[in-house]
């Protein structure tokens, strides 16, 4: 049984729907175990809230076990500074829950909360991946391939960047796309302005032939913002600056495109009648899109599986990135990077 | 009467689509007269090829005095070093055009070629305006406002900026914004990853106070990916790398999009129907979406209205790059530009 220790107080909708997708995650996913860490207080009001059905199946899961409360006395808010709130608060629901992955008493981490508190309480608490210079969060995107989704990193951890964490971040990346993603060869591309090797900006520049020596990777060269949806490459790799733009204007443009296409359907009645008969063309469409379904970031480099869900996450979002927490844990992501930064380090010395 | 010298030779599909679109544009547009430069051969060739009805149009155009061919022996070519070319071909088309802007011939410049290339022979032939540290491409996006798209910039005319430059791209899209998108006050916000004031990397963290110091601009602080298509920023300031990833991305997915969503309308003979009752809606749509539309990039900084088109631009892109030529000359983008950085200097020396 896979054990997710799942933060309860983190995200613009915690603990409401932390606690939904909590529930269902524990009645949902065959073998695995929700440990719920928050205060008992608000997570008892919630559960309390819940509808019947829902209720019972809440009930019932921690009778049989695959749903557990740990008190967690703290919360981290999402305004004050990551780095204090977890160093202040050692026993806030991030601390408390990262503390059961250290302790082998959970196999996943799972939180909604502020990105940089749970990067922060992972390097506090679990530590690096021996040689891996700075963990990095890893987003999974769709493209015009359903069958073949991106891994975009670092979306957001770090933002000025040395050439070196990138070509780190490559090999994290395509560690995740193999084990999790089942993707036996990724094409991993660095993320540039052109496709010439010579495009880019210092960073990049200086990055390109680093990635190129790599022979454990089937490095693509460099990419452009138009190759990343395309679905030809598996890994993208930037800093972390960009690829937190690049999500974040994914996120937008998608909003922005529906939001059109819905003013347009809605002009006459003859396109009301249309739209009425391609709703589930358009079911369809939002399913393939839907951010909550690609929601589980996991933070790669600390040695343990860390999933952070989007700030606006719904029980969806948190049912999913329980699910991604799973898929990390249950093929040892973390084992393979350190495998394949232990044998870089190899090589290095025995140059 | 304004004149535009248009670069025959440049873009993927040169001269063909160029010659085209300069027809099109020289009889479409009132009060525009289109200066065609390039090799004399290749463009009789393509004039002689087009159908009877725009060939008739544009011999009526030569004869009306609306276009003219101007002749240039070289050609820069799109895989040299761009910087090589423009230096090396004395006479190729994008530098003979630019001369006509220089010399007073033409009002504005507009090319699909190489941007690298056309940004060079720009600062080589017309300088920079005074004070101007670097020109910015800037790029019009659609938002879910369509009455307020946005301007980016820098687009992609420079890597890796000083703070102090982005404060001149936040000045110049300032100008641009007010003067051609007759934006009466528009808000500017700094790409960043985060709202809040302390978010960003070490070059936007430095130019956050800059920016705010500026009493001339309405700046409204840090922005992220998410808010560049809501409708409610004007100009959104970044670098040329992060620009360029950002602008190429948004192509990409809104492809990516439209691709699925037609996969899923041609799933079934009933969706089929359905799409077909909302044929004008997806039309409206893609127009709505159309890069030809909003693809001709003026080039701020330089004393003179550049405009650089996409380079895979159709004849329809070329028309709308001519436009843009027009606004950018008509509404004296280059002397705002000028007045707004020659007060700040004087801000700076009374200080």
Redesign the interface.
Known sequence: MTRIALDAMGGDFAPEQVVIGAVEAATGLSDVKVLLVGQLAPIQAELDKLPKALKNAAQEAMVKGTMEIVHAPDVAGMDESPVDAIKKKKDCSINVAMRLVKEGRADAFVSAGNSGAVATSAILNLGRIAGVKRPAIATVL???D?SRPILVLDA?AN??CHPEWLVQFAKMGDAYSKAVLKCATPAVGL???GTEDCK???M?KETFPLLKKCQDLNFVGNI???????GHIDVAV?????G??????????????V???KD??V?NP??I??????K???K??KK??DPDVYGGAPLLGVPGAVIIAHGSSSHKAIFYAVKAGVAAATNDVSGMIAKSIAEDAEDQKQK
Chains 1, 2 share one sequence.
């Open positions: 769709p493209t015009s359903q957001g933002m000025d993320l540039s302005i880019g900006n210092e990049t452009e913002g138009k190759d990343l949806f395309k930037c800093d972390g600056f960009v937190n733009v690049v999500l974040k204007t994914t996120e937008s443009i998608a909003k922005a495109i939001h059109r296409l347009e359907c002009r003859l396109r009648f249309g739209a009425l008969v391609l589930g063309a358009f369809a469409l393939q899109l």
